[in-house]
T-cell receptor
Framework: KQEVTQIPAALSVPEGENLVLNCSFT??????LQWFRQDPGKGLTSLLL?????REQTSGRLNASLDKSSGRSTLYIAASQPGDSATYLC?????????????FGQGTILTVHP | KAGVTQTPRYLIKTRGQQVTLSCSPI?????VSWYQQTPGQGLQFLFE???????NKGNFPGRFSGRQFSNSRSEMNVSTLELGDSALYLC?????????????FGPGTRLTVL
């Protein structure tokens, strides 16, 4: 059974810092991995999707990497801002007939203070 | 283009009642997935629909059911509500319903069971 773990569970940083969020998964046979952010009481916003054949994806100040063989992904946020404060979730899709089924980690709660 | 919409946004029910939640996917999207989010269990996959057919189902009791209409809109139903069903219910849509697709989430329906 696939398990996804995110470390740390919570992170507080001053504005302007670069930071790294970690995600690990137990079964390396994934099809893709997706990073989301969730604001309190809201739905999920997709940030980046990495297919299993890719090593990284970039969008603005965000960079996500994937090491499928070691079961790890990292989300790098450059020059953090207070507006980045949210819960960040990673989710994997096992492929095959796993239509629509994402397995999520518990998330990292990020607080960026001015 | 409008995002995924869910109605109602908030719902209060009592034990034993039943409830129906609605999800309208992004225009042109054909796949809809449902998730339950609770503080203890995190995000858990309920089921996925594509072209009015359920293709995938998570580990939830039969009290949880769903359907999809020809216009891709989806509903989920929970019968005989229990206190533990209190959660944020999220739906997500994807364009082609393929494993490689990005999933886009709605704002969720907050269900409280008293």
């Amino acid at each position: 059974k696939q398990e996804v773990t995110q470390i740390p569970a919570a992170l507080s940083v001053p504005e302007g810092e670069n930071l790294v969020l970690n995600c690990s998964f137990t079964d390396s046979a994934i099809y893709n991995l997706q990073w989301f952010r969730q604001d309190p009481g809201k739905g999920l916003t997709s940030l980046l999707l990495i297919q299993s054949s890719q090593r990284e994806q970039t969008s603005g100040r965000l960079n996500a990497s994937l090491d499928k063989s070691s079961g790890r992904s990292t989300l790098y946020i450059a020059a953090s801002q207070p507006g980045d404060s949210a819960t960040y979730l990673c989710a994997v899709n096992a492929g095959g007939t796993s239509y629509g089924k994402l397995t999520f980690g518990q998330g990292t709660i990020l607080t960026v203070h001015p | 283009k409008a995002g995924v919409t869910q109605t109602p946004r908030y719902l209060i029910k009592t034990r034993g009642q039943q409830v129906t939640l609605s999800c309208s996917p992004i225009s042109g999207h054909r796949s809809v997935s449902w998730y339950q989010q609770t503080p203890g269990q995190g995000l858990q996959f309920l089921f996925e629909y594509f072209s009015e057919t359920q293709r995938n189902k998570g580990n939830f009791p039969g009290r949880f059911s769903g359907r999809q209409f020809s216009n891709s809109r989806s509903e989920m139903n929970v019968s005989t509500l229990e206190l533990g069903d209190s959660a944020l219910y999220l739906c997500a849509s994807s364009r082609r319903g393929e494993i490689s697709d990005t999933q886009y989430f709605g704002p969720g329906t907050r269900l409280t069971v008293l």
